[in-house]
């Protein structure tokens, strides 16, 4: 009995995900479920956990505890689970005096399954033909990383895998990966990223996790998770210290800030009617009390509070890196 496509399993599913080394709880029971056309925005600080889930989902080093089903089957278990599955955690890497066409057909020859016969498909993919006789020592930062794309294409996945695809690209070298990124999903290409560029996840994802140290405090739709974080607002009054304690002591009032001379928070239309009477009563008279759209980041930094109130100073970076193992492809 064949199984229909709704019944299918989804290309990623994860339950309980830890990894410790010694003392360090590196990623502390995850679950994420990307399922068969999305794309997918892993976020979180550097050193939040991200590289070291996709490791493990990549079968290259295994979990403490927890469950990876990749398509139904367990990396750990076979390397039929990877089949369909493509991608590179942290930065490709390639033969530097090699051109990118002789790096990917080393490549190919290693795989087999035909791999050779799409090299010209995928460098037309990540728009590479015509530098592909070039040596790669010769590339920039944002042609390696979509050299490594076409090295995955290879296998014709259905899932891919990329690990900070965006980091260190300049804004040309950044607008060619949205771009490419679109045309996977257009090809019908499953694609989960992690990153910890916010406005980039935001343009090209459908569905976000976020991570923060280890852990897992939001899955869902980006849109679903605009909807429920309430609207923002910006306020200006006439004492505007006064009005910021007024705004945190207020119940229905929530994640207030201060922001370049300006107070904002979020709140329901009741909450802010009655904010508006709290600052009279203090003497706060309001000069401006304007809605604003909800980005990701300002939802992204609601979730994780990792701001000290000042958004100039916030940081999505982190401190700590992960714990440093060797690069791979995993093709």
Do not use: W
Request: net charge negative.
């Amino acid at each position: 009995m064949s199984v229909s496509p709704a019944e299918s399993p989804p290309p990623v599913e994860v339950r309980g995900l830890v990894k410790r080394y010694g003392d360090l709880t590196a990623v502390a029971g995850v679950d994420i479920t990307v399922n068969t056309g999305d794309v997918y925005g892993y976020l979180g600080p550097n050193g939040a956990g991200k590289t070291t889930s996709l490791r493990m989902m990549l079968g290259l080093i295994r979990p403490t505890a927890g469950t990876v089903r990749l398509f139904g089957r367990d990396p750990m278990l076979s390397v039929k689970a990877l089949e369909g599955v493509a991608g590179f955690v942290e930065a490709p890497t390639f033969y530097p005096y090699m051109s990118g066409r002789r790096n990917l057909e080393l490549l190919g020859a290693f795989d087999g399954h035909g791999a050779s016969a799409r090299i010209d498909e995928a460098l037309e993919i990540v728009e590479l033909s015509d530098r592909a006789r070039d040596k790669v020592g010769g590339y920039s930062h944002g042609m390696r990383q979509r050299l490594g794309i076409a090295a995955a294409l290879l296998r014709r996945p259905n899932l891919m895998l990329l690990d900070e695809p965006a980091t260190g690209l300049d804004p040309a070298g950044m607008r060619d990966m949205r771009v490419l990124v679109r045309r996977l999903a257009d090809q019908g290409i499953t694609v989960m990223l992690s990153s910890h560029l916010l406005a980039e996840v935001e343009e090209l994802c459908n569905k976000v996790a976020i991570i923060q140290a280890g852990t897992i405090v939001y899955e869902g739709e980006i849109a679903e998770l605009k909807r429920g974080g309430g609207t923002s607002y910006r306020l200006a009054t006439t004492d505007d210290e006064r009005a910021l304690a007024v705004c945190r002591a207020q119940p229905g009032i929530g994640d207030v800030r201060t922001d370049h001379g300006r107070i904002s928070f979020t709140a329901d239309d009741a909450a802010v009617a009655e904010l508006s009477q709290a600052l009279v009563e203090a003497g706060a008279l309001i000069r401006v009390l304007t809605p604003q759209t909800m980005t990701l980041e300002d939802l992204f930094f609601s979730l994780t509070e990792g701001t000290d109130g000042a958004r100039g100073e916030r940081s999505i970076a982190g401190e700590h890196p992960e714990p440093a193992e060797p690069a791979e492809t995993a093709r």
